[in-house]
């Protein structure tokens, strides 16, 4: 009995354990525990996250199998004819990580998918080696990779002491390939979509993206028995230690999704809008039914005459980015600034707004100084050109603010501002003071700005300014008058500035380019990024090819 010629009995073998991997077993008590919590096992996931029939699985039959030796086959005639032994499968438990190629909306991706079902997640699942191959691949065909975690992805758990009969140091040896993907702009999204613990948190935090699932998900460095010991804190849940109200309002989360499904449709949104690598240039769709000359009449009224009241930036970004486009990133966290994602013509931009409605009025605290170097970091090496809707009264000051290091944080902005190499365009739509506005608004030379007629700017507000400039001869007046001859003099001097301060005498000085209407701005900002995604792309993009031209997320 010779073995086919077609090797069929080995495809055989390997269609086998295919199906075992992809064939649940509901008995098993981990793939329990993955429904009871309401989570979709690993390839109901990938099924939801991959377009139908783009599937290529890499280490398929990575795993444990039981094989059955048969007793040697007799000839069919009886005879002594050649014989040989036979090999079945008994068994089979998979590798607890599912990889490869796909395609989200059309765009070839890597993908690893974590299957806690399969000892928690943990390294001895034979997960890391696949995990480090990945890595590699994504790196060298220089195209996405999505992770979805959920357990330590890679990490260890006591029992690989007893497996293994020795205990070791812990190596990392994927990481300088993630810092390699990262600066290169490769993206790298991530969505933690269940206890995502020690490696598997720093797996997906150090994403270009990353995205929790409200319902199942929660990060932290170690799991509530750890803590316990360590700390005493007693009777931990997973959301009370490091669910979405924690992580996604700190920030190392980006975005909070409802479920996994809107988890994998925010992976989907935000890949729209990066290249495959800094590479190439972002993506650009044809928009028929929004003019890149629309015109906005809503944004002449949309700033208040009255200084110290609010307006809806978010209303304002929408106004003037292609419709439907802004996809906001970090909504929870560092509030003081908005960031995220939209088209102007069809092609990508990052967007960076302050917040007057946020509770320092828009001055930008420590998280929002934070927020925003990351994400001048994550436009610099996606080759984003970046629209900015400038209104700051400076940074945040007080106790609180001194506490936080906010300054600290602030000098750490500028030397994003000032070290990236995107291009930057700015609308100066109320308030510039301090150095905060300075970061904002001098870090390109030349400047593309424009103001609106709101503008008002300086080195002070006048409130405060006016008490700090005239001391003296406020003191004075009160000396001489009292409060009320004072308050006199404040409301003249107030009077005085305010009319100095008339946006218009700064563009008589150039002290700023252009002052537009409001309702043009669409317009503009388009022509803009038109120019941009012209020669000035293609010259980006081949600097980036030849090496001299170097961003750094990491």
């Not at 503008?455 to 009160?478: F, N, Q, T, Y």
């Amino acid at each position: 009995m010779r073995p086919p010629a077609d090797y069929s009995d080995r495809l055989g073998q390997l269609a086998t354990l295919r199906k075992l991997a992809r064939t649940p077993d509901t008995e098993r008590r981990g793939y329990r525990r993955q429904k009871e919590a309401g989570k979709l096992w690993v390839w109901e996931r990938v099924d939801a996250l991959l377009d139908k029939g783009s599937l290529r699985e890499v280490g398929s039959v990575t795993g444990e199998v039981k094989w059955d030796k048969r007793k040697p086959l007799v000839a069919a005639d009886g005879g002594s004819g050649q014989q040989r032994e036979e090999e079945t499968i008994e068994g089979f438990t998979p590798s607890n990580s599912v990889q490869g190629f796909g395609a989200l909306n059309g765009r070839k991706i890597l993908f690893t998918a974590d299957d806690y079902s399969l000892r928690a997640g943990h390294a001895d699942g034979a997960l890391w080696e696949k995990t480090e191959y990945i890595e590699k691949l994504a790196l060298s065909l220089r195209i996405p990779i999505v992770k979805l975690v959920d357990g330590s992805s890679g990490g260890g758990s006591v029992t690989s002491i007893r497996k293994n009969g020795l205990s070791y140091v812990p190596p990392l040896p994927a990481f300088q390939h993630v810092v390699q993907q990262l600066n290169l702009g490769i993206p790298n999204l991530g969505a933690a979509l269940g206890p995502s613990i020690g490696l598997g948190a720093a797996r997906v935090t150090v994403c270009h993206f990353s995205v929790m699932a409200a319902n199942v998900g929660s990060l932290f460095n170690a799991g509530p028995k750890v803590v316990e010991g360590a700390t005493f804190e007693e009777g931990l849940t997973l959301s009370e230690l490091g669910g979405p109200d924690m992580h996604c309002r700190n920030g190392t989360i980006d975005n909070l999704a409802t479920d996994e499904h809107d988890a994998f449709q925010q992976i989907r949104t935000v890949l729209s809008y990066l290249p495959n690598s800094g590479f190439s240039a972002p993506p650009v769709i044809q928009t028929v039914d929004d003019p890149p000359n629309r015109r906005e009449p809503a944004l002449r009224t949309i700033i208040p005459r009255r200084k110290e009241r609010m307006y809806d930036p978010r209303r304002l970004i929408h106004l003037v980015v292609d419709r439907a486009s802004f996809f906001e990133i970090g909504a929870l966290w560092g509030t003081t600034a908005l960031v995220g994602l939209a088209r102007l013509a069809g092609r990508p931009v990052g967007i960076i707004s302050n917040n007057c409605e946020s509770a320092t009025g828009g001055a930008l605290d420590a998280a929002g100084s934070q927020k925003l170097t990351r994400h001048l970091k994550l436009c610099d090496v996606m080759n984003l050109p970046v629209l900015q809707f400038v209104d700051i009264p400076g940074y945040g000051v007080g106790t609180v603010a001194e506490r936080a290091a906010t300054m600290r944080h602030g000098v750490n902005l500028a030397l994003a501002y000032y070290s990236t190499t995107m291009p930057v365009f700015s609308v100066i739509t109320r308030r510039v003071y301090g150095v905060a506005g300075g970061v904002m608004l001098d870090c390109r030379d030349p400047r593309m700005r424009v103001a609106w007629p709101s503008g008002d700017w300086g080195s002070l507000p006048l409130k405060g300014g006016i008490e700090v400039g005239h001391a003296h001869e406020l003191r004075e007046a009160e000396r001489r008058g009292g409060p009320a001859k004072a308050a006199e003099l404040y409301k003249e001097l107030e009077a005085e500035y305010e009319g100095l301060m008339n946006p218009v005498r700064t563009a008589n000085a150039f002290g700023v380019e252009e002052i537009i209407d409001p309702a043009d701005t669409r317009g503009v900002v388009c022509g803009w990024v038109e120019h941009v995604y012209g020669e000035a792309m293609e010259e980006r993009v081949a600097q980036r090819r030849a090496g001299t031209l170097k961003p750094s997320f990491a």
